[in-house]
């Protein structure tokens, strides 16, 4: 009976033991990039670096100023798209849960979510390049925006539905019409919330390349045209990390350096906007 | 309104006057502005549906051309030849499936052992930066992963590890793992992909073992079990269809995965039983040739590969989600 018991807990005891080296091993490549990233990007992280033009590849110095503007246009761009729609249908599916087109289009909405950022990208080129004759800011936008819409509407419909219903109803006992009380009182009071959603989406398309490949399909020189090709932080990093130039590695680096720190910097912000909403929540 | 509310403005009519100074608004106003509201929401929400629709129907169009003239041979050869119009994709779905179950072989484990530790067993000290951290993993952008793969992974790879796999283990005897390695290859793919899908896994898996009740694991503690003896046969059974889902996800994001991939597999249209040989994925034979597209045939095979991707991605995630939702159904 005893050996039984002291198996038992001899097992126990090793699974337990097992989940923590999981968690160990599970955290370490995180660890590892970042060192990695901070050993061969930092060094070349100069002023330099933001506000000069890239060298022609295989030549040392210069800088990402192009590519780190087109990626905030293109940010915008999306985030033009993708926030409007996201928080409109985020509202809808949190006041008609259970109506079976909300259903439908959560469901869908996670679908979206779930399918290739490339097939987005030949799409967005079907529809956006190929009409045209020229690739562009705005179909790089797009496609990164249509991306954005099924991150914001979850969130969304997520923060809404933490809403009191009692503040809803004070509001509509006052005499405000449905739609004074959704904007008004819902939207202003899940605001922190969405806020959080939002910069969490804007974190995750920042980064992205494949969308961008047929669309915005990068630019080497300055730009800022939403008609024309434009330069994107990811998509230089891509072009640098694959080229066969020392010199264009340690850009790639710097820029992937950049990046993160931009992403996590964001990341970060959401997280404080979330603390923030639990500091002015209503008594 | 049910509930509370409806018993409020049981004092309304009275006070009709000060009532209705408070909303300076006609009936007919407030309704129309309501209309307006309903109607502007429900458009935006409709438009999820119509952009997938537009998706599908757009490239399905333009995949049509080289999926009839190649027939059913499109998926099950293995001749990709732009110049005779041959274009068979067998290789790329073959390099598909085989990262993204390496990806899962090695990333579920650890997810659900973290998940685990995240849910059940850290001390609370710990808990939220470890979440934190595994969460982060789904920061890090693509073309980064594959950045760090092409110059600290792949290296890796070369020299201590697959050498003992081969040689210390003796796996090199197997087809899996035999020839040699140059680094760009099937295993390289696979590894980066399972860091790739571990905090979406990890992320499902904690939220369905959150949905446990706390009565299951008190029943089970109370019956004498340890805590292992209570998670395996207590927690993780109940919560089981919802990782499988959570899992499903993960391969639904392996599936699709492009920057990366593309950077490390060797994009070489090959099937090849050793995970040391270069391979090909659907996302990275996309990524390289649609740019440098010859023709309008060309062009077409590519928006079919598309099709075909997009076609798997949607079976995955809606039965990832169906699964999930069986086990979270209630809560949100």
């Given amino acids: 009976m005893t050996d039984r018991r002291r198996r038992r807990h001899g097992v126990n005891g090793v699974m337990l033991g097992l989940t923590y080296v999981a968690a160990a091993v599970a955290t370490l490549p995180l660890v590892l990039i970042i060192i990695h990233l901070l050993r061969q990007g930092a060094a070349f992280i100069r002023p330099q670096f933001f506000t000069q033009m890239p060298m022609p590849i295989g030549e040392a110095g210069g800088g990402m100023a192009n590519a780190i503007v087109g990626t905030l246009i293109l940010v915008s761009i999306a985030s033009v798209i993708g926030l409007p729609v996201g928080i409109g249908a985020g509202l809808y599916l949190a006041e008609r849960r259970g109506a079976r087109l909300a259903n439908t289009v959560r469901f869908l909405s996670d679908v979206l979510n779930g399918l290739p950022s490339i097939v987005l990208g030949i799409f967005a080129w079907e529809f956006l390049v190929r009409p045209f004759g020229n690739f562009s800011a705005i179909a790089g936008g797009m496609a990164l925006g249509a991306m954005m819409i099924p991150l914001v509407t979850r969130t969304t419909e997520e923060m809404v539905r933490l809403v009191p219903t009692s503040l809803r109803e004070a509001a509509l006992a006052l005499g405000y019409t449905r739609w004074r009380t959704s904007v008004t009182i819902v ?4 605001l922190p919330g969405i806020v959080t959603g939002a910069l969490v989406a804007v974190a995750r398309i920042a980064g992205e390349t494949a969308p961008l490949l047929f669309t915005a399909l990068g630019n080497q020189f300055w730009s800022t045209s939403l008609t024309q090709p434009i330069a994107a932080l990811p998509l230089q990093i891509f072009t640098y990390a694959i080229s066969p130039y020392d010199t264009a590695h340690a850009q790639a680096w710097a820029g992937a350096l950049v990046l993160i720190a931009i992403v996590l910097v964001i990341s970060l912000a959401a997280r404080y906007a979330t603390r923030a909403r639990f500091g002015t929540a209503p008594d | 309104m049910t509930g509370p509310a409806a018993k409020l403005p049981a004092g309304a009519p009275a006070e009709a006057p000060q009532w209705t100074s408070l909303a300076p608004v006609t009936m007919e106003a407030s309704a129309r502005g309501d209309r307006i509201y309903h109607t ?4 935006f929400a409709i438009s999820i549906p119509l952009l997938l629709l537009l998706i599908a129907i757009s490239i399905g169009l333009a995949a049509w051309p080289a999926l009839s003239q190649s027939g059913l041979s499109f998926i099950t050869t293995s001749e990709w030849d732009v110049a005779r119009g041959r274009f068979g994709v067998a290789p790329a779905i073959y390099g598909t499936i085989v990262s993204s179950a390496i990806a899962l072989v090695l990333a579920t484990p650890l997810a659900i052992g973290v998940s685990i530790f995240l849910s059940e067993i850290a001390p609370s000290w710990l808990r939220q930066p470890v979440g934190f951290l595994v969460d982060l993993l789904a920061a890090i952008p693509s073309v980064v992963y594959g950045l760090w793969g092409i110059f600290v992974l792949i290296p890796l790879l070369r020299d201590p590890i697959a050498p003992f796999l081969k040689d210390t283990l003796g796996l090199g005897n197997t087809p899996f793992f035999s020839g040699q390695n140059y680094g760009y290859s099937m295993l390289a793919a696979g590894v980066i992909l399972a860091i790739m899908i571990l905090p979406f896994i990890s992320a499902v898996t904690r939220e ?38 959570g899992i499903i ?11 990366a991939v593309t950077m490390l597999i060797g994009n070489r249209p090959e099937i090849s039983a050793s995970l040391f040989a270069p391979g090909y994925t659907m996302a990275s034979l996309i990524a390289n040739e649609f740019t440098e597209a010859t023709n309008d045939l060309h062009l077409s095979a590519l928006m079919a590969v598309g099709a075909v991707l997009f076609t798997i991605t949607l079976i995955v995630n809606a039965l990832a989600r169906w699964l999930v939702w069986r086990v979270t159904k209630g809560r949100v």
């Fill in chain 1, 187 to 190: 939207l202003r009071t899940a």
């Fill in chain 2, 40 to 43: 502007v929401i429900t458009a």
């Fill in chain 2, 208 to 245: 369905v073992l959150l949905a446990v009740p706390r009565s299951q694991r008190e029943a089970a503690l109370a019956l004498g079990a340890t805590r292992w003896e209570m998670i395996r046969d207590a927690v993780l059974p109940y919560a089981r269809s919802g990782i499988i889902g």
């Fill in chain 2, 249 to 259: 996800l993960g391969l639904g994001r392996a599936l699709g995965e492009t920057m």
